[in-house]
């Protein structure tokens, strides 16, 4: 199992997180998250992840809290949804 960082800085003060898990050359999990700063405080925006068996998307209030989910029905691994 080997896992890959390609986390970024889009902006002085936008990161992207952007980590996936890879066995035996396919890709298991996976989590981006969007993150902004302001005030002094880095803040989630959004996350896309494999958590929970299924990719989904994670909107998340100023606060830090979920604000809605949207699943995406997509299952380990996750690289077979490119290929045709």
Known sequence: MAER???IYL???V???DVF???RGEITSFVLQ????E???WHPVVRCDSAHGEAHI???NPGGSENNKTWL???APINTIYQT
Request: hydrophobic share 40%; net charge negative; glycine share 8%.
């Open 73 to 75: 029905g997509v299952t």
């Open 11 to 13: 902006e002085s003060d």
């Open 21 to 23: 898990i890879v066995e």
């Open 15 to 17: 990161f992207l997180h």
């Open 39 to 41: 005030d002094g405080v």
């Open 34 to 37: 969007l993150e902004v700063y």
């Open 58 to 60: 994670d909107y998340i």
């Open 5 to 7: 960082d390609a986390s």
